[in-house]
Each structure stands twice: as structure tokens, then as C-alpha cells.
């Protein structure tokens, strides 16, 4: 549900928005003057702010400005509110930063268009940030890891393929695409030593790199929207095990998300496929065999049947991405 900040220092212009608002399904906090609406911005998250122009103690204009000029709160849509006949408010107001205009008296189809077209274009600009943040991020864990971005796409696209043949909806499976590349970010914490070490690595050693489960789902989970919220989750539970002997909580069984099991299997499929300093690339015989083994035991086995039986489709996704 959308949030949207009503100012207007007439109670009854609130109460005609408020109700108006609230029956489109909006959840309203109502400001009387600039300065309120300041105060409700700093301490509670909004989608919108609806903004009247003439109001006492802070007019519309300096609340405007004060909001554009703060790196934490500009990138709030503002629609202004202001009387029809005053074109040159709405000019004013528009150059200072307002996204859109709504004049008084309300027509109420209009209205509402203009609200539900400005929260929409928030939430398609907070996507794209969000996908660019991933992205960067993605790009510091590949950085201090031997593993190449293409393996982390290739998860991302395999794992995608296997959550829609599950019944995912197609904005799950679009999650999961951007999510899953994301399933080692928590390797930034684990110190090179270990992380690049070419040999198998001893208990202790072991034990600090398992920790980076739970630190990719710490950093990953700083916001809850639904891609970090699926990215924080992959992150904690890729590493579990179907018989409960993984890490870090040492879930069994159903207990793991789904999320989780589909990545652990096409993480160690596309791993072991591949090159590593410390390893060669598995053949396709030996690879399969690991998971087959696996299945019950270390893997799902309901995803490792689904897995094995779109065998062909997996391979020709993986091919289709190989490393240069």
C-alpha cells in the first residue's frame, strides 16, 4: 500500500483528498503546513507527497525547496496543489522541482490519475536504482572472488528457469533472476587469505568462510523491498542441506525456502562445470552424478527431478552465457 503525504493547511481540502485517496486503497498522513510535512518526512517513509502552495508558518514553495535540496528525501515525487486561475504558482512551484499539478477544486478522475501515474513512475525509478545497487554490488563480490560474472548470471538465469517451472508468477521469477546472482555477496567479508586460498581449506578456516552466508544476508536485508528481501534469503540459505547437516542454521528438509534449494543446486552444478584456480572444469557425467548423488541428501529432491528433467533446456541456457 502507497503512502502518500496530504498538505493543505484547509481541513476540509484534506478531508475531500483524504477520503478520495483512502478509497483508492492509499494509506494518508496529513501535514498542515510545510514544515509539518518536513518533520513527518524525516521520521516516517512516503511515496508521495501531495503539497498545497499558500499555507502559514512554511508555504509550499519553501518546503518544496528545502525537500529538492536533500539528498535523502529529493527523490520524493511531489505532486503541488494550487487554484486554476493561478498559472504562475504552478510555474513556480514546477521549476523548484514539482513532479506534477493538481489544481483545486479537485475533479476527481483526474485526481487520481495524476496520484496513481506519480507513485507508479516512483516505483519504476526505485526499481531501476535498486537493479543498478545489485548490480554494483554484484560486481564488489565478483572482484574479491575467483568466480567470474558469468557464473553469477548464469545462476541468476538457470535458477529463474527452474522457480518458473516450480510456479512462480512471472514478477517472482524476475525476482529470483535478479536475486540469485546474488547468493555469495556475503565472500566481501571473508578475508583474502582464506577466500583466495588455491587448497582445500583446513577446520578453522572452514568455519570463518561459512560465516558468509549469514554476513550476505546482514548487508543484503539493510532494506525490505521484495528483490533484497529474496536476495538476503538466498544468501542465508543456499548453503543448507536437505538432511540438515549445512550451514548456518542447519535447516531441514521443507524448512529450507524454495529460494534457497533452487540456488543450491545450480550453484554447485554451474561450480563444478567450471574453472577454477583450484580446480578443473568437471565433465557433464561427473557433474550430474554429484547431484543425483546429492539429491535427498544434500539437495531437494524434488528440484534435482525438476533439474534433471529440463537437463536439455539448463544446458543449452548454460551454454548460451559461457565465460569469453
Known amino acids: ?156 538465469e538457470i535458477s529463474a528457469y527452474l522457480a518458473k517451472k516450480t510456479g ?23 578475508p583474502d587469505n582464506i577466500l583466495l586460498k588455491p587448497g582445500k581449506l583446513n577446520d578453522d578456516e572452514f568455519e570463518i568462510m561459512k560465516t558468509h552466508a549469514q554476513i550476505g544476508h546482514d548487508i543484503l536485508s539493510q532494506k525490505s523491498t521484495p528483490l533484497l528481501v529474496l536476495a538476503a534469503e538466498i544468501a542465508l540459505t543456499h548453503h543448507e542441506k536437505y538432511n540438515g547437516t549445512g550451514y548456518p542454521k542447519k535447516l531441514q528438509g521443507d524448512a529450507i525456502p524454495l529460494s534457497g534449494a533452487i540456488v543450491a543446486v545450480v550453484d554447485v552444478f554451474d561450480a563444478l562445470l567450471s574453472k577454477r584456480p583450484y580446480k578443473e572444469p568437471f565433465s557433464i557425467e561427473k557433474t550430474l552424478e554429484i547431484i543425483k548423488e546429492g539429491s535427498g541428501v544434500h539437495f531437494h529432491p524434488e528440484i534435482v527431478h525438476l533439474f534433471l528433467e529440463n537437463l536439455e533446456d539448463i544446458l543449452h541456457i548454460r551454454e548460451s552465457l559461457l565465460d569469453d
Request: hydrophobic share 45%; glycine share 4%; charged share 30%.
Open 1 to 156: 500500500m502507497a503512502k502518500v503525504l496530504l498538505c493543505d493547511d484547509e481541513l476540509m481540502n484534506r478531508k475531500v483528498a483524504s477520503k478520495i485517496l483512502k478509497k483508492e486503497g492509499f494509506e494518508v498522513i496529513e501535514a498542515q503546513n510545510g514544515q509539518e510535512a518536513l518533520d513527518i518526512i524525516q521520521t516516517e517513509t512516503v511515496d508521495l507527497v501531495l503539497l498545497d502552495l499558500m499555507m502559514p508558518v512554511m508555504d509550499g514553495y519553501t518546503a518544496l525547496k528545502i525537500m529538492k535540496e536533500d539528498e535523502k528525501i529529493s527523490h520524493i515525487p511531489v505532486i503541488i496543489i494550487s487554484a486554476l486561475s493561478d498559472r504562475e504558482a504552478i510555474t513556480k512551484g514546477l521549476k523548484i522541482g514539482a513532479n506534477e499539478y493538481i489544481t483545486k477544486p479537485f475533479d476527481i478522475t483526474e485526481f487520481i490519475l495524476r496520484v496513481k501515474n506519480a507513485v507508479k513512475m516512483s516505483e519504476l525509478q526505485n526499481k531501476k536504482n535498486e537493479k543498478e545497487i545489485i548490480h554494483i554490488l554484484a560486481k564488489a563480490a565478483e572482484y574479491r572472488d575467483n568466480e567470474t560474472s558469468m557464473h553469477t548470471i548464469r545462476v541468476g
Open 168 to 190: 512462480w508468477n512471472q514478477e517472482k521469477v524476475e525476482l529470483m533472476r535478479l536475486a540469485a546472482p546474488m547468493h555469495d555477496m556475503g565472500k566481501v567479508g571473508i
